[in-house]
């Protein structure tokens, strides 16, 4: 995997937005597929300020959801196709035409998570997907020891996460639904160029784990390792536990044909 260290969480952004950008010119209805959580609201600000000074058309693109809570219906605030809409489609001038996610509050949630992988190959496949990484090294809601070949399904979550999600729920860990649906990480292995941005000292752990640890599902992230084209965005802080910082420093340095990430 390709490893950036970037100096602060802005500048992350700007770059990840620049190459969904780039994406976007090159095939104008790709589907992106996205996160939720703190850490990707500055690619998808400066993204919206490409939109607004017409550097990108978002007029085709196609937006892929990664998970989702079960149970919460569609328009609370806190579903994650609330959110999206509310910080991804909006800004970006996409309507929910454009949009795709899993249905958490199905009848038969194992059906909607077969339906959801089938739409997304229908689709022809995430393009570029954006992820977070949780402190516990999950991407998406895949919690540690998920299967490395899973499939979007309904998970358990962790106590940690429930309790780091809270401050979405008014501090109030028992308003945070216990499952989700998640894309698998084999699902997630499928997208076409695999983005992930961590931030912040909180993260630097589980960025070590993840670019310089043995591939294992304890540390989900670590299945990056496998895909041909993974990007690890980091900040400063993030990276402070990376032994070979260094040489990936130099090595985006002297990249040879540089064309973003
Ligand atoms: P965060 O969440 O960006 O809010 O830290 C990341 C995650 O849990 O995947």
Redesign the pocket.
Known sequence: MEVVIVPDAKAGGELIAEAMAQLLRRKPDALLGV?T????LPVYEALAAKVRSEAVDTSRARIAQLDEYVGLPAEHPESYRSVLRREVLEPLGIGMDGFMGPDGTAEDVRAACEAYDRALSAAGGVDLQL????TDG???FNEPCSSLASRTRIKTLTEQ?RI?NARFFDDDIEQVPHHVITQGIGTILEARHLVLLATGAG?ADAIAATVEGPVAAICPATALQLHPHATVVVDEAAASELELAGYYRYSYAHKPDWQGI
Request: aromatic share 0%; no cysteine; charged share 15%.
């Open positions: 996160a959580g703190s850490t990707p992820l977070g990484i949780g999950h991407i998406g996460t780091d993260k």
